[in-house]
């Protein structure tokens, strides 16, 4: 076991930590505050520091770097700006990667190298209105008709919805088969029939263009399935467990960022003559806000490094996210409270966090899922597989 990072690594976290802090972290509150769709000026220049094809091969245009680095960078992305986080996070590794792993050679070559290269961006669309937790109850059809798929559905909560050109989507072609009856589809923006809804109005990750997707009539070339027909909610949970990684390290980014802030504050603000960070109700605190986001920390890298060596990480995965939602969360809620009144108002950074933070114990599977699916691993392993 090795605690060191490579070189590489540090590389990878000290040139995105420079960009993040430089570029991302002087628009953040601008965007927030207006519910500011990121200006193509931000998508070019992320594009330009590599970050939009990570984990994917450099033959695709990728930056062909491993799972710690990709933490790295959205831990660094996220502190700086959970917005462009979501974006690149969902982009990288609910969309990006798993064309890389799970596509056709074809798909690859028509899909992978404009999303890695940031040329277009990516979405991943499976919740619905009556589907969220409960992916297998979607309602969106594809019918084959000859060498096409015809998609009817109405998806919601589709982060970059209105950006993105690329998307996976998932559709049920086979409602008697279960599980086994939905598949996962390469869909463009551009086919005719695709339609972005409702742009959210969200309490945090304001700058990301949540939204509603439909499909009415979408004729798409059955080569777009990704993977086997049948295997589109079994990529749907590996293509999660993958995602999941991102999002804790987007929890541990803004976790971090609300930390800094908190401790930096604690030896500023004077009351009763002294520097707040001297009563130990605030040492405490800011004890248990690091200790929380290191034990979440290294979490993430493990279930990251198991993922790099082919093994098993869904549970793995699993935990960093439940942990490093929870605690990040509780991270945020404590730097308020050291901040007093000042954390409660719009001029400082921290009420962002909190309201940034929330929506990571939710998306790409709650924390009562993950406990889930933690509780479905730990009974397995203990009742020899017969539970
Ligand atoms: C900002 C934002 C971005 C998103 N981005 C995407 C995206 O890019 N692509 C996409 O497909 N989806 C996306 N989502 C959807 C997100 O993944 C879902 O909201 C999430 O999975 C929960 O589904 P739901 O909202 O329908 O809640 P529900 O599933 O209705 O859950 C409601 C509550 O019930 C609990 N619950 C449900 N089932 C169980 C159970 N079996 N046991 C115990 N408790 C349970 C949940 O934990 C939760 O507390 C996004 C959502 C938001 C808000």
């Not at 700006?81 to 792993?101: D, K, Q, R």
């Not at 890298?301 to 995965?317: M, V």
């Not at 509780?330 to 909190?354: H, N, S, W």
Request: net charge neutral; aromatic share 8%; with cysteine.
């Amino acid at each position: 076991m090795d605690f060191q990072f490579t070189p590489i690594q540090k590389l990878v976290q000290k040139s995105v930590r420079r960009f993040s802090q430089e570029v991302l972290a002087v628009v953040a509150p601008h965007l927030d505050k207006e519910h500011k769709t990121h200006p193509k000026e931000v998508i070019d220049q992320l594009a330009a520091q590599h970050l939009y094809g990570i984990q994917v091969p450099e033959a695709y245009e990728g930056a062909g770097l491993d799972s710690i680095s990709y933490c790295l960078a959205i831990e660094e992305i996220s502190k700086a700006c959970a917005a462009t986080g979501l974006m690149v996070t969902v982009h990288n590794s609910v969309v990006a990667l798993p064309i890389s792993v799970f596509g056709s050679e074809d798909q690859k070559k028509k899909y992978l190298a404009d999303l890695a290269s940031g040329r277009k961006i990516g979405a991943f669309s499976i919740t619905e209105p009556n589907a969220g937790s409960d992916v297998s109850g979607m309602q969106t059809v594809a019918v084959k008709d000859g060498n096409e798929y015809v998609i009817n559905g109405k998806k919601c909560f589709v982060t970059n919805g209105a950006i993105a050109e690329t998307m996976i989507v998932g559709a049920t072609i086979d409602r008697k088969a279960g599980n086994k009856g939905v598949a996962l589809f390469l869909v463009e923006k551009a086919f005719p029939g695709v339609s972005v809804g409702k742009i959210e109005r969200k309490m945090g990750m304001r700058a990301n263009p949540v939204s509603e997707l439909f499909f009415d009539n979408v004729r798409v070339p059955k080569e777009n399935v990704l993977g086997k027909e049948s295997e589109g909610f079994r990529l749907s949970m590996k293509i999660l467990d993958m995602g999941r990684i991102g999002i804790a390290a987007q929890a541990l980014g803004i976790g971090m960022a609300a930390f800094e802030a908190a401790a930096k504050y604690a030896t500023e603000r004077k009351q009763f003559n002294q520097p707040i960070g001297k009563f130990q109700a605030i040492q405490f605190k800011l004890a248990e806000m690091k200790a929380n986001l290191e034990s979440a920390r290294y979490l993430i890298y493990k279930a990251a490094d198991l993922k790099d060596h082919d093994l098993p990480f869904s549970e793995a995965s699993a935990m960093a996210k439940y942990v490093s939602a929870e605690n990040a969360m509780k991270v945020c809620t404590d730097a308020m409270q050291i901040f007093g009144g000042y954390g409660y108002v719009e001029e400082l950074p921290v009420e962002r966090y909190f309201r940034d933070c929330k929506i990571t114990q939710i998306y790409e599977g709650t924390s009562e899922i993950m406990q889930i699916i933690i509780g479905t691993a730990i009974l397995k392993e203990f009742s020899g597989g017969f539970i």
